[in-house]
Protein backbone atom coordinates (compact mmCIF):
# COMPACT_ATOMS: atom_id res chain seq x y z
CA UNK A 1 0.00 0.00 0.00
CA UNK A 2 1.43 3.64 -0.94
CA UNK A 3 2.06 5.81 1.74
CA UNK A 4 3.91 9.05 1.56
CA UNK A 5 5.99 10.00 5.12
CA UNK A 6 4.67 13.85 4.51
CA UNK A 7 1.11 12.91 5.08
CA UNK A 8 1.72 9.77 7.24
CA UNK A 9 3.71 12.25 9.52
CA UNK A 10 0.94 14.29 10.81
CA UNK A 11 -1.34 11.58 12.06
CA UNK A 12 1.50 10.44 14.61
CA UNK A 13 0.92 13.61 17.03
CA UNK A 14 -1.97 10.91 18.47
CA UNK A 15 0.10 7.78 19.17
CA UNK A 16 -0.55 7.08 22.92
CA UNK A 17 3.01 5.17 22.76
CA UNK A 18 5.04 8.64 21.62
CA UNK A 19 2.65 11.02 24.10
CA UNK A 20 6.17 11.67 26.31
CA UNK A 21 7.07 13.21 22.48
CA UNK A 22 4.59 15.67 21.68
CA UNK A 23 4.32 17.03 18.26
CA UNK A 24 4.66 20.44 19.89
CA UNK A 25 7.85 21.86 19.02
CA UNK A 26 8.30 23.58 22.70
CA UNK A 27 7.28 20.51 24.47
CA UNK A 28 9.85 18.56 22.12
CA UNK A 29 12.83 20.59 22.85
CA UNK A 30 11.84 20.81 26.89
CA UNK A 31 13.35 17.44 27.00
CA UNK A 32 16.68 16.89 29.14
CA UNK A 33 19.19 15.26 27.64
CA UNK A 34 19.03 12.57 29.97
CA UNK A 35 15.84 11.56 28.93
CA UNK A 36 16.62 11.39 25.38
CA UNK A 37 15.98 7.52 24.15
CA UNK A 38 19.22 5.82 24.33
CA UNK A 39 17.70 2.60 22.88
CA UNK A 40 16.17 2.03 19.36
CA UNK A 41 12.57 3.53 18.48
CA UNK A 42 9.58 1.43 19.55
CA UNK A 43 8.09 1.58 16.37
CA UNK A 44 7.94 2.88 12.66
CA UNK A 45 5.76 5.57 13.48
CA UNK A 46 8.21 6.76 16.66
CA UNK A 47 11.06 6.64 14.46
CA UNK A 48 9.18 8.40 11.69
CA UNK A 49 8.42 11.52 14.42
CA UNK A 50 11.96 11.71 15.70
CA UNK A 51 13.49 11.96 11.95
CA UNK A 52 10.42 14.50 10.72
CA UNK A 53 11.85 16.51 13.98
CA UNK A 54 15.43 15.97 13.54
CA UNK A 55 15.56 17.29 9.63
CA UNK A 56 12.89 20.07 10.58
CA UNK A 57 13.73 23.42 9.88
CA UNK A 58 10.39 25.15 10.68
CA UNK A 59 8.52 25.75 13.83
CA UNK A 60 11.67 27.30 15.55
CA UNK A 61 12.99 23.63 16.14
CA UNK A 62 16.52 25.07 14.82
CA UNK A 63 16.71 26.95 18.30
CA UNK A 64 16.50 23.81 20.46
CA UNK A 65 19.12 23.92 22.58
CA UNK A 66 18.90 19.95 22.61
CA UNK A 67 18.91 19.28 18.52
CA UNK A 68 22.14 18.29 19.12
CA UNK A 69 21.45 15.24 21.20
CA UNK A 70 18.36 14.52 18.73
CA UNK A 71 20.71 14.59 15.66
CA UNK A 72 23.33 12.29 17.45
CA UNK A 73 20.28 10.06 18.73
CA UNK A 74 19.15 9.24 15.18
CA UNK A 75 22.34 9.78 13.47
CA UNK A 76 23.50 6.44 16.06
CA UNK A 77 20.19 4.45 14.89
CA UNK A 78 20.82 4.77 11.56
CA UNK A 79 24.26 2.80 11.96
CA UNK A 80 22.79 0.61 14.68
CA UNK A 81 21.95 -3.09 13.68
CA UNK A 82 19.44 -2.83 16.55
CA UNK A 83 17.37 -0.84 14.51
CA UNK A 84 17.22 -3.12 11.37
CA UNK A 85 13.82 -4.04 11.37
CA UNK A 86 12.49 -0.47 11.82
CA UNK A 87 14.25 0.46 9.04
CA UNK A 88 13.17 -2.35 6.98
CA UNK A 89 9.57 -0.80 7.23
CA UNK A 90 10.58 2.40 6.92
CA UNK A 91 11.90 1.80 3.44
CA UNK A 92 8.82 1.85 2.32
CA UNK A 93 7.86 4.78 3.54
CA UNK A 94 10.96 5.97 1.27
CA UNK A 95 13.25 6.49 4.37
CA UNK A 96 16.70 5.82 3.20
CA UNK A 97 19.27 5.20 6.02
CA UNK A 98 22.30 5.81 4.20
CA UNK A 99 21.13 8.95 2.92
CA UNK A 100 20.29 10.26 6.34
CA UNK A 101 23.31 9.23 7.88
CA UNK A 102 25.10 11.80 3.95
CA UNK A 103 23.00 14.24 5.06
CA UNK A 104 23.92 15.03 8.81
CA UNK A 105 27.85 14.72 7.94
CA UNK A 106 27.68 16.39 4.33
CA UNK A 107 25.04 19.62 4.91
CA UNK A 108 26.23 20.86 8.42
CA UNK A 109 24.27 20.77 11.87
CA UNK A 110 24.08 21.68 15.55
CA UNK A 111 26.09 18.38 16.23
CA UNK A 112 28.46 17.79 13.33
CA UNK A 113 29.71 21.13 12.88
CA UNK A 114 30.57 20.66 16.71
CA UNK A 115 32.47 17.52 16.68
CA UNK A 116 35.72 18.33 17.23
CA UNK A 117 34.91 20.43 19.72
CA UNK A 118 34.25 17.83 22.25
CA UNK A 119 37.24 15.66 21.18
CA UNK A 120 39.87 17.93 20.13
CA UNK A 121 41.55 18.87 16.49
CA UNK A 122 40.18 16.07 14.29
CA UNK A 123 39.67 13.41 15.69
CA UNK A 124 36.13 13.35 16.63
CA UNK A 125 35.40 13.63 12.77
CA UNK A 126 37.72 11.08 11.36
CA UNK A 127 36.25 8.53 14.29
CA UNK A 128 32.97 9.06 12.84
CA UNK A 129 33.87 8.87 9.03
CA UNK A 130 35.83 5.75 9.50
CA UNK A 131 32.95 4.43 11.08
CA UNK A 132 30.36 5.65 8.51
CA UNK A 133 32.35 4.47 5.93
CA UNK A 134 32.76 0.93 7.25
CA UNK A 135 29.24 1.20 7.24
CA UNK A 136 28.16 1.87 3.93
CA UNK A 137 30.77 -0.85 2.63
CA UNK A 138 29.76 -3.29 4.74
CA UNK A 139 26.12 -2.72 2.70
CA UNK A 140 28.15 -2.94 -0.79
CA UNK A 141 27.54 1.34 -0.94
CA UNK A 142 30.85 1.56 -2.68
CA UNK A 143 29.29 4.79 -4.70
CA UNK A 144 28.23 6.65 -1.42
CA UNK A 145 31.58 5.56 0.36
CA UNK A 146 33.55 7.13 -2.88
CA UNK A 147 31.44 10.50 -2.30
CA UNK A 148 32.12 11.06 0.79
CA UNK A 149 35.58 10.08 1.10
CA UNK A 150 36.06 12.90 -1.36
CA UNK A 151 34.37 15.37 0.31
CA UNK A 152 36.51 14.48 3.38
CA UNK A 153 40.07 13.15 1.82
CA UNK A 154 41.92 15.27 3.92
CA UNK A 155 40.52 13.90 7.52
CA UNK A 156 40.62 9.91 6.58
CA UNK A 157 43.85 10.19 4.46
CA UNK A 158 45.03 6.47 4.91
CA UNK A 159 42.00 4.85 5.77
CA UNK A 160 39.90 6.39 3.30
CA UNK A 161 42.00 4.71 0.06
CA UNK A 162 42.94 1.14 1.51
CA UNK A 163 38.99 0.78 2.52
CA UNK A 164 37.78 1.58 -0.63
CA UNK A 165 40.22 -0.76 -2.48
CA UNK A 166 38.49 -3.45 -0.59
CA UNK A 167 41.38 -5.38 0.80
CA UNK A 168 38.99 -8.20 2.25
CA UNK A 169 37.99 -9.17 -1.33
CA UNK A 170 41.82 -8.63 -2.63
CA UNK A 171 42.17 -10.98 -0.04
CA UNK A 172 39.78 -13.62 -1.17
CA UNK A 173 40.58 -13.67 -5.11
CA UNK A 174 44.57 -14.63 -4.00
CA UNK A 175 43.15 -17.46 -2.62
CA UNK A 176 41.03 -18.67 -5.41
CA UNK A 177 43.89 -17.68 -7.83
CA UNK A 178 46.69 -19.85 -5.36
CA UNK A 179 43.79 -22.87 -5.36
CA UNK A 180 43.29 -23.03 -9.25
CA UNK A 181 47.50 -22.18 -10.27
CA UNK A 182 48.31 -25.04 -8.17
CA UNK A 183 46.06 -27.64 -9.94
CA UNK A 184 46.91 -28.25 -13.51
CA UNK A 185 43.93 -30.52 -13.62
CA UNK A 186 41.90 -27.41 -12.38
CA UNK A 187 43.43 -24.61 -14.89
CA UNK A 188 43.40 -27.19 -17.82
CA UNK A 189 39.66 -28.02 -17.27
CA UNK A 190 38.63 -25.34 -19.61
CA UNK A 191 40.86 -25.88 -22.48
CA UNK A 192 40.49 -29.87 -22.51
CA UNK A 193 36.50 -29.21 -22.51
CA UNK A 194 36.62 -26.64 -25.42
CA UNK A 195 38.32 -29.72 -27.14
CA UNK A 196 35.39 -31.56 -26.62
CA UNK A 197 32.65 -28.85 -26.85
CA UNK A 198 33.22 -25.12 -27.92
CA UNK A 199 29.75 -24.51 -26.50
CA UNK A 200 30.63 -26.48 -22.85
CA UNK A 201 33.95 -23.97 -22.94
CA UNK A 202 32.04 -21.19 -22.62
CA UNK A 203 29.10 -22.40 -20.75
CA UNK A 204 31.99 -23.05 -17.75
CA UNK A 205 32.56 -19.20 -17.74
CA UNK A 206 28.86 -18.31 -18.23
CA UNK A 207 27.98 -20.63 -14.96
CA UNK A 208 31.12 -18.63 -13.48
CA UNK A 209 29.78 -15.60 -13.73
CA UNK A 210 26.67 -16.30 -12.67
CA UNK A 211 27.75 -17.78 -9.47
CA UNK A 212 29.95 -14.80 -8.45
CA UNK A 213 27.29 -12.47 -9.27
CA UNK A 214 24.78 -14.85 -7.53
CA UNK A 215 26.37 -14.72 -4.05
CA UNK A 216 27.14 -11.01 -4.09
CA UNK A 217 23.59 -10.08 -4.68
CA UNK A 218 22.67 -12.40 -1.91
CA UNK A 219 25.08 -11.21 0.76
CA UNK A 220 23.96 -7.62 -0.31
CA UNK A 221 19.79 -8.68 -0.40
CA UNK A 222 20.70 -9.58 3.58
CA UNK A 223 22.63 -6.59 4.49
CA UNK A 224 20.40 -3.89 2.98
CA UNK A 225 16.72 -2.67 3.65
CA UNK A 226 15.00 -3.68 0.35
CA UNK A 227 11.91 -2.23 -1.05
CA UNK A 228 8.62 -4.18 -1.33
CA UNK A 229 8.28 -3.14 -5.18
CA UNK A 230 10.30 -5.74 -7.28
CA UNK A 231 11.46 -3.79 -9.16
CA UNK A 232 12.93 -0.83 -7.24
CA UNK A 233 14.19 -3.50 -4.68
CA UNK A 234 15.94 -5.39 -7.91
CA UNK A 235 17.76 -1.78 -9.56
CA UNK A 236 19.14 -1.15 -5.62
CA UNK A 237 20.77 -4.28 -5.31
CA UNK A 238 22.38 -4.50 -9.12
CA UNK A 239 23.50 -0.70 -8.57
CA UNK A 240 25.57 -1.99 -5.42
CA UNK A 241 26.70 -5.21 -6.70
CA UNK A 242 28.11 -4.15 -9.63
CA UNK A 243 31.08 -2.10 -8.51
CA UNK A 244 31.61 -4.44 -6.43
CA UNK A 245 32.03 -6.82 -8.85
CA UNK A 246 34.12 -4.73 -11.23
CA UNK A 247 36.71 -4.00 -8.61
CA UNK A 248 36.72 -7.75 -8.18
CA UNK A 249 36.87 -8.54 -12.12
CA UNK A 250 39.82 -6.01 -11.82
CA UNK A 251 42.04 -7.07 -8.85
CA UNK A 252 41.38 -11.03 -10.30
CA UNK A 253 42.51 -9.81 -14.01
CA UNK A 254 45.67 -8.09 -12.55
CA UNK A 255 46.26 -10.72 -10.29
CA UNK A 256 46.07 -13.68 -12.60
CA UNK A 257 47.43 -11.99 -15.50
CA UNK A 258 50.57 -12.00 -13.33
CA UNK A 259 49.85 -15.42 -12.67
CA UNK A 260 49.34 -16.73 -16.53
CA UNK A 261 52.43 -15.02 -17.22
CA UNK A 262 54.72 -16.79 -15.14
CA UNK A 263 53.45 -20.58 -14.71
CA UNK A 264 50.44 -21.13 -17.21
CA UNK A 265 51.87 -19.62 -20.42
CA UNK A 266 55.28 -21.50 -20.14
CA UNK A 267 52.80 -25.04 -19.73
CA UNK A 268 51.18 -24.08 -23.18
CA UNK A 269 54.64 -23.43 -24.65
CA UNK A 270 55.74 -26.72 -23.70
CA UNK A 271 52.29 -28.47 -24.14
CA UNK A 272 51.09 -27.18 -27.42
CA UNK A 273 48.71 -30.17 -27.55
CA UNK A 274 46.63 -27.96 -25.23
CA UNK A 275 46.12 -24.94 -27.17
CA UNK A 276 46.21 -26.70 -30.65
CA UNK A 277 45.34 -24.64 -33.52
CA UNK A 278 42.47 -22.60 -31.01
CA UNK A 279 44.34 -19.45 -29.76
CA UNK A 280 41.27 -18.37 -28.34
CA UNK A 281 41.95 -20.65 -25.47
CA UNK A 282 44.65 -18.48 -24.14
CA UNK A 283 41.89 -16.04 -23.32
CA UNK A 284 39.30 -18.60 -22.27
CA UNK A 285 41.89 -20.02 -19.64
CA UNK A 286 42.45 -16.15 -18.39
CA UNK A 287 38.24 -15.66 -18.35
CA UNK A 288 38.80 -18.81 -16.43
CA UNK A 289 40.92 -17.87 -14.20
CA UNK A 290 39.55 -14.69 -13.36
CA UNK A 291 36.26 -15.53 -12.66
CA UNK A 292 37.25 -18.89 -11.08
CA UNK A 293 39.72 -17.11 -8.25
CA UNK A 294 35.78 -14.88 -7.45
CA UNK A 295 33.90 -17.83 -7.26
CA UNK A 296 36.50 -19.99 -4.95
CA UNK A 297 37.76 -17.12 -2.91
CA UNK A 298 34.01 -15.59 -1.75
CA UNK A 299 32.50 -19.11 -1.82
CA UNK A 300 35.19 -20.33 0.45
CA UNK A 301 35.20 -17.06 2.77
CA UNK A 302 31.70 -17.53 3.67
CA UNK A 303 32.79 -20.79 5.65
CA UNK A 304 34.90 -19.09 8.09
CA UNK A 305 33.66 -15.38 8.28
CA UNK A 306 29.77 -13.86 8.52
CA UNK A 307 31.24 -10.37 7.68
CA UNK A 308 30.55 -9.02 4.05
CA UNK A 309 33.72 -9.59 1.73
CA UNK A 310 33.48 -5.57 1.21
CA UNK A 311 33.89 -4.43 4.97
CA UNK A 312 37.63 -3.23 5.82
CA UNK A 313 40.48 -4.89 7.20
Known amino acids: MKQETA ?12 CKYSWDHKEFGEVSPSEIPTTPPSSPEQALLIRKLVFSTSFGFQYLQNKRDWIYYWFSCCQSEKCDYIFTILANYEVDREKDILTILTEGNVWWDNVDGDYGQSSGKAYYLRETLSFLLQRYSCIRACRLFWKYRKQIPLFGPISLLLPRFL ?7 IF ?10 PTRVYNFSKFGGFTILLLLLIASVAYLAYKCRIKIEVHVRFWKAFMDVTLRVLPVFFMGFIWSLLINGFVMRLWILPAFEASPSLV ?11 LYFILGSLVVG ?8 EKSPTEPL
Open 7 to 18: NDITKLQNLGDF
Open 171 to 177: ALIVVGS
Open 180 to 189: FSTSPAIWQL
Open 276 to 286: GNEPILIPLTM
Open 298 to 305: IYGYSFWD
